[in-house]
DNA sequence: CATGAATGAGCCTTCATTCAT
DNA sequence: GATGAATGAAGGCTCATTCAT
């Protein structure tokens, strides 16, 4: 094991983990087609059993070639990730004016994670696996999470100021809770293979949702 | 990777696993001295990290004595979660009477998981470690989860039934994201470390479950 | 290339590169086994050209068998010289009382120095090569060097005192450089080939040695 | 290691071993910048630890340009040698004739040598090391020196006949022997470090030279 | 049973050299 | 000619597993 995966706090920035990007168009296909093919192995293989060879292989380059942009494993599997930072799903509760449906919004909000998640089932068993081998991409992931969670609370906040939801929680607490909930039950469901209904997963978590916050639709 | 870590569905019969338990006293010894090693090396480095050579340098004793009693780390591993077996914990609504406080119940269920959680926070995050990368360990665990849910819903339905708890949530569902949710905190807080005093990730993680189910103490 | 070939001022000491001694007869003969035949292969095919994998074959054993006891081709080098400490030669002016026949002593020196070098031409064209390639090696030479150098300039010192040699002479540069001049005829004779009979060259050698300090045989 | 360095015996001829010389300016210019580049590499690294990469980083080309111009390191090494022929450095003694002040004539010899020496020290130190490593370099060298050894053997000779030096001394073996005497004094000095002033160094050099020889000023 | 050395498969990584653009 | 990416042979090293003592 070698270098951090990612840059905790900086997403954006992973690229200084690189080998130096490529300046002809023909390199900029190689390493595409090597970042493409690491997405393939790690989601078939898991990242521990995937192997640099199988990625070349896979990406049909030379085994050689890897190294010509990434230094480790961990090093494209930063770049997969920063492929894919958006599809680093994390429920949370959106800003919302008074006017909203607030419990529609919610059942939205996880309708659209859930199928993302369902999607993209097998690349977050593959963050699950490697946040729990890398150090780097664990603290970059909680990281995110946490500015998901500190969304929600505040969010949280101001439904408890208009008395619309229990004054009694703490935000910040309540919003990680609720959220890791929601992820939770998505692990379980599409990765694990707990068999629930689409719809009734999605109504089962609204409503525990609201309920949770004891949410008020009108003030 | 080779044999199975534990056998799915039966925890009490790991044993299988092994080569053999031994007979003489000398035998049980160098086998619990290399159990105990085997722990100790898991939480310190992690599964992962951890070599054969590790554990019986840990245990006093020559690394071909391992193989005497095991077949490989994920043998070993499987006799460390035998010794654990009760720690391996999930939380879950207790079942109960029409006389018992719920809300006192659910916090003294709460306050009880999240304590020994903490104290076994080492050991916690290794079966998450393990969970993503052994599958067999995995699916047992999963099982374990599932049977806990299952007596949680259980109680749900029965409070349901008496118009405790909001008759529209489903059971089983409910009984699995609330677990989960609680789950997942202590992770969150023992692992991760985010900051949340024992005290307020109680009562919040409490309060938030009651609401979830619309508990109502009096019928 | 990686740690240091041996502990530059204490050439003594250079075991603690290894990995630990064998604790067994077997293991005793085995990393003999290597050493030995890390020097044969030296010879044969010089230290650059040398592979693992050459001298785990010359010992007939497993090529994994060789990290067992070193931990790199410099490890082994250190431990092939260890074994062979007397034979780094480094031509010196022993200390002589006032009765000593000093030409004949010179001579003695010279004819001993000349054999054991041409004796030991291979491992001699080794060191040679290694000083040029590894820092810790060559400063560990380097030392040894000295050292015998100043035994050389006491010995002149005195006879200088005694007025039996050139006072004009710095007795550590001229050390110094008439050892240097020995030692390089010996190399260019016995690894480079030049064509000189041996009585000629300590004759010749000698007398050099004789002249350039003016040496005077009775006071 | 590919082919040979240089043409043992002839020196000049060394181009026989590049990839023709370029017609154009442009050519021209990038082969100057190879050859360049690769001596200041070769004497900051080593010639061992250059890499072909690490000497067009350095001249600012692309890496296959090297290729243009040589077939190997060896090939470089060698274009890098005929620049600098003139400083490859053999102490010697000058033909003179009657007149001379042999004495004053040693000394200038030496301590141009020595300045020279000096002031090229990091490439001296590269000689060095190609020396052991290549049996091109190697012979060619040692030919260039016995070529040095053989001028002022003939000096020897002359000045044994006109009763000015020690009758008894093998004129070559004594060239030899005192060459290298200076040669290796330069080398402890100016490469290993010993620490000895420019003066006494040259002053200890002459007189031990004028010793050896037993040089009489006037016949 | 215990010991600890021996084994060798397996994967990683470098870098000289080639070659399409 | 110049470019710089692609290639793959070559060797290093680790560590689970075996086995003679």
Do not use: C
């Amino acid at each position: 094991m070698t270098g951090p995966i990612v840059d905790g706090g900086d997403p954006g920035a992973a690229a200084a983990e690189e080998r130096g990007l490529p300046r002809s168009a023909r390199g900029r296909r190689t390493r595409q087609a090597v970042i493409t093919a690491a997405r393939a192995v790690f989601e078939r293989d898991g990242f521990l059993d995937a192997r640099i060879s199988d990625i070349t292989e896979e990406a049909g380059v030379a085994s050689g070639s890897f190294y010509t942009y990434f230094d480790s494993k961990e090093a494209v599997f930063a770049a997969v990730v920063e492929e894919v930072q958006d599809q680093m799903l994390h429920p949370h509760l959106a800003a919302m004016d008074r006017e909203t449906d607030i419990v529609a919004a919610i059942e939205a909000n996880n309708r659209a994670y859930l199928m993302e998640y369902k999607r993209n089932a097998k690349l977050m068993a593959l963050f699950e696996q490697v946040a729990q081998i890398d150090d780097d991409f664990r603290t970059m992931r909680r990281n995110r999470g946490y500015a998901f969670a500190e969304r929600s609370a505040r969010t949280i906040r101001r439904l408890q100021e208009e008395g619309r939801a229990d004054p009694e929680l703490d935000p910040m607490v309540a919003a990680l809770a609720i959220g890791g909930m929601v992820g939770r039950m998505a692990y379980s469901v599409y990765v694990l293979g707990q068999k629930v209904p689409f719809e009734k997963l999605v109504q089962t978590l609204t409503r525990l949702w609201v309920n949770a916050l004891q949410l008020r639709v009108d003030p």
